[in-house]
């Protein structure tokens, strides 16, 4: 079963416009993790914030994480063509083991 | 450093054939993951194995899917007989260790065609 639900499904920007992609989920968890997969390749991990963590950055990836709404959302600025991709939340719960949620697509447009 | 590496890439069978996946994990990683990702949807664990350990297997459908890591490193997954319902990426990774806050690292995954 997945937990992590990403909203929108899709999403398409002009390049050099920032890019919100959002994640909910259900229970407690430990952390939240975001994942990116290129087309036909395996997954490349983004970034993980904890669950007392709120605001986390690397590079033009900025995370948040609101515990009281279950929801997490991953901000890239000033997007490339390259950041095309499908991302993926996953939430670390009390066993450790990461769920994914469904993705989403992103597409960057040159 | 190289990276987790899965062979074969792509791999199409008729249903009721028999079909395994390799997969070798990053050097030193003691964790390493099988999941599935079916077409549209994230990857879902099917095995996690600790060092040669198999310590979390609930999500694998025992009845034709076996998997093994001897020697603690390479790892391979097996269906027997396929079904078309497996047709999926299966996707192999590896973390140092278990536990929280541990990066999994992945393999570009195995492309599975069950005709």
């Known amino acids: 079963s997945q937990q992590g639900e990403e909203d929108p499904q899709a999403l398409s920007i002009q390049e050099g416009e920032n890019a919100t992609m959002n994640c909910s989920y259900k229970?407690?968890?430990?952390?939240l993790q975001w994942y990116r997969q290129n087309s036909g390749r395996g997954l490349v991990h983004l970034i993980l914030?904890?669950?007392?963590?709120r605001e986390k950055h690397s590079g033009r990836l900025r995370v948040t994480l609101d515990t009281s709404k279950k929801s997490s959302s991953l901000l890239i600025t000033a997007s490339r063509a390259a950041d095309t991709a499908s991302y993926f939340c996953a939430t670390g719960g009390a066993n450790s083991k990461l769920t994914f949620g469904k993705g989403i697509t992103l597409s960057v447009r040159p | 450093e190289a990276g987790v590496v899965q062979s074969p890439r792509y791999k199409i069978i008729e249903k009721k054939q028999p079909v395994a996946f390799w997969c070798n994990p990053i050097?030193?990683?003691?964790?390493l993951y099988w999941y599935r990702q079916n077409l549209g949807q994230g990857p879902e664990l099917l095995i996690r194995?600790?060092?040669?350990?198999?310590?979390?297997d609930s999500q694998l459908p025992k009845d034709r899917f076996s998997a093994e890591r001897l020697k603690g490193v390479d790892s391979t997954l097996k269906i027997q007989p396929a079904e078309l319902g497996d047709s999926a990426v299966y996707l192999c990774?590896?973390?140092?260790?278990?536990?929280?806050?541990?990066?999994?690292?992945f393999g570009p995954g195995t492309r599975l065609t069950v005709l």
């Open positions: 990774a590896s973390s140092l260790n278990w536990g929280q806050d541990n990066e999994q690292f």
């Open positions: 050097s030193g990683h003691n964790t």
């Open positions: 229970t407690s968890i430990n952390n």
């Open positions: 194995y600790e060092n040669e350990e198999a310590v979390d």
């Open positions: 914030i904890r669950s007392n963590e």
